[in-house]
Nanobody, 127 residues
Framework: QLQLVESGGGLVQPGGSLRLSCAVS????????MGWFRQTPGKEREGVSS????????NYADSVKGRFTISRDNAKNTVYLQMNNLKPEDSGIYYC????????????????????WGQGTQVTVSS
């Protein structure tokens, strides 16, 4: 079964940048479409970004468009989330998620579609 481990979180000032990584194992990344989600206390876990098997199709939540970029390197079994111009509202626990797919360009921000989840990495944006 697919295993996922996030890394790269930390404390940054508003306007700063972070790059999150999600390393997968036990199966080949190329068979899974992937997503990044985040959660803060009292709120539902929300989809931030997602990416298709090939990387040609991506989706972003309106709140992060123009600031975040999702990418994947199937050869390295790693998914990335580059976060620029960070805001305090971006703070939360960020989770990497995946689901097996035979459709090359399908992807979704809906958490119901994902059945493999990482443990999360904390991102805090504060002065």
């Amino acid at each position: 079964q697919l295993q996922l481990v996030e890394s790269g979180g930390g404390l940054v000032q508003p306007g700063g940048s972070l790059r999150l990584s999600c390393a997968v194992s036990e199966d080949a990344l190329e068979h899974y479409y992937m997503g990044w989600f985040r959660q803060t206390p009292g709120k539902e876990r929300e989809g931030v970004s997602s990416i298709s098997l090939s990387g040609d199709s991506t989706n972003y939540a309106d709140s992060v468009k123009g600031r975040f970029t999702i990418s994947r390197d199937n050869a390295k079994n790693t998914v990335y989330l580059q976060m620029n111009n960070l805001k305090p509202e971006d703070s939360g626990i960020y989770y990497c998620a995946g689901t097996y797919s035979g459709v090359r360009e399908y992807t979704s921000l809906g958490r119901i579609y994902y059945d493999h989840w990482g443990q999360g990495t904390q991102v805090t944006v504060s002065s």
